[in-house]
């Protein structure tokens, strides 16, 4: 079953050794903020600025526009 058909995601963080449960839909840059985790992020979340990395375990979305 897919988690994100229920309306939550796990997001696991490398090198904080912790797991966030967020509403599908959230940005991944709002969850981790959320959790007092600070990112930088230049491009605000969209993707594009290439300063953070994600690696889906499972469920990976289909890509959005940019």
């Known amino acids: 079953m897919d988690p994100a058909a229920d309306g939550e995601i796990t997001i696991r963080i490398a090198g904080f050794d912790m797991e966030l449960a967020a509403?599908?839909?959230t940005?991944?840059?709002?969850?981790i903020r959320a959790a007092g985790?600070?990112?930088d992020a230049d491009c605000a979340?969209?993707?594009t600025c290439t300063v953070c990395a994600v690696r889906f375990l499972e469920g990976a979305p289909a890509p959005g526009p940019v």
């Open 45 to 47: 979340g969209r993707g």
């Open 23 to 25: 509403k599908a839909g």
């Open 37 to 39: 985790i600070d990112v």
């Open 27 to 31: 940005s991944l840059l709002a969850a």
